[in-house]
């Protein structure tokens, strides 16, 4: 079982950057491949990257690609999403998640955080 905090929420302007950090708890965190996700209201929870166990591969959504960096620090049991030339339409609730492969699909999820806001203003 592994539990799952983010951190580095906020308001910045379009054109601006953010990372966000994803701490687990447990030794076990290395057995899990990361996702993060992004939600806003009334709409289900959006892929927008995920890395494998090992940080060897990541996978992103083309909504972000070429604008974001996912990275893990298995020592620190962390992951990190590095946002970069925020759009508005990057607003929303980001919420990291663990599970046993990297997939795009949330419901192949089993361990999540209690999400950070990010919110870009025009």
């Known amino acids: 079982q592994v539990q799952l905090v983010e951190s580095g929420g906020g308001l910045v302007q379009a054109g601006g950057s953010l990372r966000l950090s994803c701490a687990a708890s447990g030794r076990t965190f290395g057995s899990y491949a990361m996702g993060w996700f992004r939600q806003t209201p009334g709409k289900a929870h959006e892929f927008v990257a995920a890395?494998?166990?090992?940080?060897?591969?990541?996978y992103y959504a083309d909504s972000v690609k070429g604008r974001s960096t996912i990275s893990r620090d298995n020592a620190k049991n962390t992951v990190y999403l590095q946002m970069n030339s925020l759009k508005p339409e990057d607003t929303a609730v980001y919420y990291c998640?663990?599970?046993?492969?990297?997939?795009?699909?949330?419901?192949?999820?089993?361990?999540w955080g209690q999400g950070t806001q990010v919110t870009v203003s025009s």
């Open positions: 890395i494998t166990r090992s940080g060897s591969s990541t």
């Open positions: 998640a663990a599970g046993p492969s990297s997939y795009t699909d949330p419901s192949r999820y089993g361990y």
